[in-house]
């Protein structure tokens, strides 16, 4: 019998290996990236006594999941508190910086203004201030205003970021709605701000939308300012409220802990997540030109 | 809407002939009318930021040079006092040392790991979206919340890490001389903290580079590989590069918000065990607030702006750049 060539099925097998390799190179990188937010899962419907065995397989139930540490988290901590501050923080941020970034954003795109490039980066570079030199000043600001360990100080504070922020990831996006429309709309008899209003906005509307969901995952990345300006506990934000308050003394509540951290954390990350890709060409827009 | 071209406007000046009709409405308003309109518009950002970032900023600069505290508001001028007094402070030292370490160390780990990911994410392969969208949750979690999950994991007693270690006989059972406490023992407590801001940092340099590498023509890398180019040489002259600002940009960003960032540090450690994890952060957030020195924090804290300097002017050459 002759030899038959090798050669038909090795697209197929070239691919097979292929894939092989590259799922091999990435599975280190999954676990460690996956692996802890597994790992917060399971605790937060573990049982207590569950938690602390060391001689059995700790990755999976040796007693029935169960529902008391988000119990515990909803009936004996602030934590109702802390979901409706973080939804009122959220809400007025994103009221502020549309209020603010729409505006800026859509002058410095479309208007022609002398220095208009020179002021865009000037408002992107005060996104990267940090906050760690700010925290100071603006406690005595907050306390100046009567803020102090209230959830208006950070309503306050955290436009500090999202603006500079929006504002560019918006004029980015106001640079490519064409000028035809907005020009055929003042034929119609609109103004300038009457074209922004009733034209420009709304085929900006999935701008609008992306700096809304910026406004609010970048808040929820905030750490120090909470941290700094409130103390009590039934006007903290989430990560604050979990971070501080499931922890007294030495006693870890950590299936609560782990309960309300994802409860909040995971809805955030699958929003940040389908938004990244804006995230990152947001930042690094200028040099990929 | 059709647009006649030619026909008057109600109101507006006469157009140039000849002018583009694309143009002709865009300076249908007088210039100084435009201006005025757009600096209206760009009034309640620039003041907004101006008002929390610039005054604060600024003030920051006159609360270093002064001695006030959280219950004294009338605060005296001391020159540079407390940037001596911090100068002079072990624990100063110990900080900033840190802070460079943990910066510089971090850093080069997620340049590592962040390029290789990137490459190995950039392979047209099955499942590319999904295994992307697993791998940057450390990015995109709170970072406050994940760093919970890692205080767990790093738990003296039952840490799951322990377990797996002592599991495959790496290290003996609780009690025994190499269980490794990871925020207890000085040098493992360092690694550590550095380890979750690796673990968090990572997926962000690797994305960053696949939105460089995507920008890469591959018809370049063809061409040279046409014309005979190894995989090294296409690596080293077209590939570095053509990435090198990009993942310069990352890095800068990575810079910006690693030296900026101390909830890693505050959760873990705050700073301990004796003063072997304490960064600046820390270390203005403790004299600042927790004791209330607002002059001493503040100057602490400043001292982060040189550290930070470097990696903005970078930004703000390449943002530049954008002009056209």
Redesign the interface.
């Known amino acids: 019998m002759p030899a038959r060539p090798r050669a038909p099925r090795s697209p197929r097998t070239k691919a097979l290996r292929?894939?092989a390799a590259?799922?091999l190179?990435?599975v280190p990188?999954?676990l460690?990236?996956?692996f802890?937010?597994f790992?917060?899962a399971v605790?937060a419907v573990k049982q207590e006594s569950d938690?602390?065995r060391?001689d059995v397989v700790?990755?999976w139930f040796h007693l029935p999941p169960t529902w008391k540490n988000f119990d515990l988290l909803f009936h004996r901590t602030s934590y109702r508190d802390w979901i409706v501050n973080t939804a009122a923080i959220s809400f007025w941020v994103s009221l502020?910086t549309l209020?603010?970034?729409v505006?800026?954003g859509?002058?410095?795109a479309r208007?022609?203004?002398?220095f208009?490039?020179n002021?865009g980066?000037g408002?992107?570079?005060?996104y990267?201030?940090?906050?760690?030199?700010?925290?100071?000043?603006?406690?005595?600001?907050v306390s100046t205003l009567d803020l102090q360990d209230r959830w208006w100080s950070l309503v306050?504070?955290y436009?500090?970021f999202t603006?500079?922020f929006c504002?560019w990831l918006l004029m980015g996006f106001f640079k490519t709605v064409p000028?035809?429309i907005?020009?055929?709309?003042?034929?119609?008899g609109c103004g300038?701000?009457g074209a922004l209003l009733r034209v420009v906005l709304p085929v900006s509307l999935p701008g609008v939308i992306t700096a809304v969901i910026f406004s609010f995952?970048l808040s929820?990345?905030d750490?120090?300012y909470s941290?700094?300006f409130v103390s009590i506990s039934e006007q903290k934000p989430v990560?604050?409220g979990?971070?501080t308050e499931l922890i007294r003394g030495d006693v870890?509540f950590?299936g609560s802990?782990?309960a309300g951290?994802?409860l909040?954390?995971v809805p955030?990350?699958?929003l940040?997540?389908l938004f990244?890709?804006k995230f990152?060409?947001g930042?690094?827009?200028?040099?990929?030109? | 809407?059709a647009?006649v071209p030619g026909?008057p406007?109600p109101g507006t000046c006469p157009v140039a002939v000849g002018e583009r009709v694309?143009v002709?409405?865009?300076w249908?308003?007088p210039a100084a009318r435009?201006?005025l309109?757009?600096?209206a518009?760009?009034a309640?950002?620039?003041l907004?930021?101006g008002a929390?970032?610039?005054?604060?900023?600024l003030?920051?600069l006159y609360?270093a040079m002064s001695d006030a505290t959280v219950g004294d508001p009338v605060a005296g001028f001391v020159g540079l006092e407390n940037f001596r007094a911090a100068l002079e402070s072990t624990t100063f030292h110990v900080a900033l040392r840190n802070t460079v370490v943990f910066t510089v160390g971090a850093g080069v780990l997620k340049g590592l790991?962040g390029t290789?990911?990137a490459f190995?994410?950039v392979?047209p392969?099955?499942g590319r979206r999904v295994?992307r969208?697993?791998?940057?949750?450390?990015?995109?979690?709170?970072?406050?919340?994940?760093?919970?999950?890692?205080k767990?994991?790093f738990d003296s007693?039952?840490s799951?890490l322990n377990?797996a270690l002592s599991r495959v006989g790496l290290i003996g059972g609780?009690g025994s001389p190499d269980w490794p406490v990871w925020l207890g023992q000085p040098s493992l407590a360092l690694a550590s903290v550095m380890f979750v801001n690796v673990?968090r940092g990572f997926?962000f340099t690797a994305?960053?580079l696949m939105?460089?590498l995507t920008?890469v023509p591959t018809e370049i890398i063809d061409s040279a590989r046409v014309d005979g180019a190894s995989f090294l040489q296409r690596f080293r002259k077209i590939i570095v590069p053509m990435i090198a600002?990009?993942l310069f940009?990352?890095a800068a960003?990575d810079t910006?918000f690693t030296?900026?960032?101390?909830?890693i540090v505050?959760?873990l450690t705050n700073g301990g065990p004796d003063g072997a994890t304490e960064i600046?952060?820390t270390l203005?957030?403790n004299t600042?607030?927790r004791a209330g020195a607002?002059g001493r924090?503040?100057a602490i804290?400043?001292f982060?702006?040189p550290l930070?300097l470097p990696?903005?002017v970078l930004?703000?050459r390449?943002?530049?750049?954008?002009?056209y």
């Open positions: 292929r894939h590259l799922y190179g990435l990188f999954l460690i990236a996956v802890p937010v790992w917060m605790t938690l602390y060391m700790p990755f502020i209020l603010t970034a505006p800026a859509y002058a410095l208007l022609r203004l002398p208009a490039e002021l980066i408002i992107f570079l005060t990267l201030v940090p906050a760690i030199i700010l925290f100071i000043p603006l406690a005595r600001v306050v504070v436009p500090t603006i500079p504002t000028f035809e907005e020009e055929a709309a003042m034929v119609d300038q701000v995952t929820m990345q750490f120090l941290l700094a990560p604050l979990v971070a870890f950590w802990l782990m951290a994802l909040v954390g955030v990350a699958i940040y997540n990244l890709d990152i060409t930042i690094t827009g200028a040099a990929l030109k | 809407m647009e026909a406007t694309g002709r409405f865009r249908r308003a435009r201006c309109l757009g600096y518009l760009l309640p950002a620039v907004y930021v929390l970032v610039g005054v604060p900023f003030f920051s609360l790991l290789t990911l190995l994410l392979q392969f099955v295994v969208a697993l791998v940057v949750i450390p990015f995109t979690l709170p970072i406050a919340i994940s760093v919970l999950g890692w767990w994991m007693q039952f799951v377990w609780y673990w997926p994305i960053v939105a460089g920008s600002p990009i940009i990352g960003f910006v030296l900026s960032d101390l909830s505050y959760l600046l952060p203005a957030y600042g607030i607002l924090g503040a804290s400043l982060l702006f930070l990696a903005m930004l703000l390449t943002l530049r750049r954008r002009q």
